[in-house]
């Protein structure tokens, strides 16, 4: 239905953004690699999924078409829903999991929230040969402009919250990290999925 969406960014938290698209502003949940690609940008254009709910229709916004076609194959994958696949890419970039998915490295993935020994051998045995870069032009170009947030660890504690990371367990990661005030948002997060 949506194949990407192209408009001011009103609100940006590490987990999610609103953007106005011509007066309508969309709710989008991102991944911690797309958030640090269009941190600092009033404008951008991300690829969308829409996922039907039963009780609700929810967008993810990625900031280019890798990551959305990793998303799509996570969800194809038995016991990996959207929030998973959502921490998957919050955790590791495309990349990494293809490097995880190619060396059959299944500690790499186990090391990400949720994902247990067997989910891990199961990611291992369905993605492997699949994860191939697209080669499209899907960058975002947009000049660079500095946006306002709350403070770091704020900002990573309500990334965390929108992960569906319970509010007290997140905190709790937040403050076993060693120099967190000196991480950006997306090492604390990282560092912090890691913690649980």
């Known amino acids: 239905m949506f194949a990407y969406l192209e408009g001011d960014l009103v609100y940006k938290s590490p987990s999610m953004l609103y953007m ?4 309508v502003g969309y709710e989008l949940n991102i991944t911690l690699q797309t958030y640090a690609m269009i ?25 280019d078409e890798e990551e959305r076609a990793t998303f799509r194959q996570l969800l194809n994958i038995s016991g990996v829903g959207a929030v998973t696949a959502r921490i998957i890419l919050s955790s590791l970039n495309t990349g990494e999991l293809e490097r995880a998915v190619t060396g059959e490295d ?6 990400v929230k949720g994902i247990g020994a067997k989910t891990a051998q199961r990611i291992i045995l369905e ?37 569906g990371i319970n ?22 997060i990282k560092q912090a999925l890691r913690a649980l």
Do not use: M
């Open 167 to 188: 509010r007290g367990v997140a905190e709790n990661a937040i403050k076993k990290i060693n120099n967190a005030s000196s991480l950006t948002v997306e090492e604390l």
């Open 20 to 23: 106005d698209v011509r007066g």
């Open 39 to 63: 941190q600092n940008l009033e404008r951008c254009k991300l690829y969308i999924h829409l996922q039907v709910r039963e009780d609700a229709w929810v967008l993810y916004g990625f900031a």
């Open 127 to 163: 993605l492997k040969g699949k994860l191939i870069p697209i080669a499209i032009g899907t960058k975002n170009t947009s000049p660079l402009s500095p946006v306002i947030h709350n403070t770091t660890q704020e900002d990573a504690l309500i990334a965390l919250v929108n992960l």
């Open 106 to 111: 299944a500690k790499t993935l186990e090391r």
